[in-house]
């Protein structure tokens, strides 16, 4: 069976500055996609990001970029110039040929000012 | 575009009694998932549909749960009867088709046994 593990309970940036939320999964199979999703206080789950395993070249949207280590099974997300907007729960994800989502434990991310 | 709807919010309910949860999905989403979300944990699924067909309930505890999806559209999720164990948020989710395409969040219903 799949996993994700998510080892940052909580991380802590300061407004403008960088942070990486970490993430590795454990998986047998090759053809699979990596999703970073983002659950604000108010709970609606959000997508930030998707890699497709089969890509080299590491996904970006806007802020947020990915470093997609496939031989490492690594996945982790990266943002840069936090906003105070940007303070959730992070969850890593994972669905490969049985197309389910397994989810990580999550990182709540604070961002100070 | 209306986003995933879902109600009650929340919901407090004593052990034993039943509870059901209701879900519509964005209008064209094939796909809809029934996750349970414990404190300090992300979501776990319970079900997922294809149209108007189960076709992942693995993790979906028979004995006291059960949901249907009837037309292929709105879905419920029902709980009888209740245990304290049971208290989560119940999360409905919806997308295109299965697989790698974006699942949409609903809010969610936030779900105490007492």
């Known amino acids: 069976a799949q996993t994700v593990t998510q080892s940052q309970p909580e991380m802590s940036v300061q407004e403008a500055e960088t942070v990486t939320l970490s993430c590795t999964y454990d998986?047998?199979?090759?053809?699979?996609?990596l999703f970073w999703y983002k659950q604000p206080p108010s709970r609606q789950m959000i997508l930030v990001i998707r890699?497709?395993?089969?890509?080299?070249q590491n996904a970006t949207e806007n802020r947020f970029s990915v470093n997609f280590q496939k031989a490492a099974k690594s996945f982790s997300l990266k943002i840069s110039d936090s906003q105070l907007g940007d303070a959730a729960m992070y969850f890593c994800?994972?669905?490969?040929?049985?197309?389910?989502?397994?989810f990580g434990t999550g990182t709540r991310l604070q961002v100070t000012l | 575009e209306a986003g995933v709807v879902q109600s009650p919010r929340y919901k407090i309910i004593e052990k034993k009694q039943p509870v059901a949860f209701w879900c519509n999905p964005i209008?064209?989403?094939?796909?809809l998932y029934w996750y349970r979300q414990n404190l300090g944990q992300g979501p776990e699924l319970l079900i997922r549909?294809?149209?108007?067909?189960?076709?992942?309930d693995s993790q979906l505890p028979k004995d006291r749960f059960s949901a249907e999806r009837l037309k292929g559209v709105d879905s419920t999720l029902k709980i009888q009867p209740a245990e304290l164990g049971d208290s989560a948020v119940y999360l409905c989710?919806?997308?295109?088709?299965?697989?790698?395409?974006?699942?949409?969040f609903g809010p969610g219903t936030r779900l105490t046994v007492t």
């Open positions: 998986t047998s199979e090759s053809d699979y996609y």
């Open positions: 989710a919806s997308s295109l088709m299965g697989g790698q395409y974006e699942q949409y």
């Open positions: 890699q497709e395993a089969y890509k080299q």
């Open positions: 994800a994972y669905t490969g040929t049985a197309s389910k989502l397994t």
């Open positions: 549909y294809e149209n108007e067909e189960a076709v992942d």
């Open positions: 209008s064209g989403h094939n796909t």
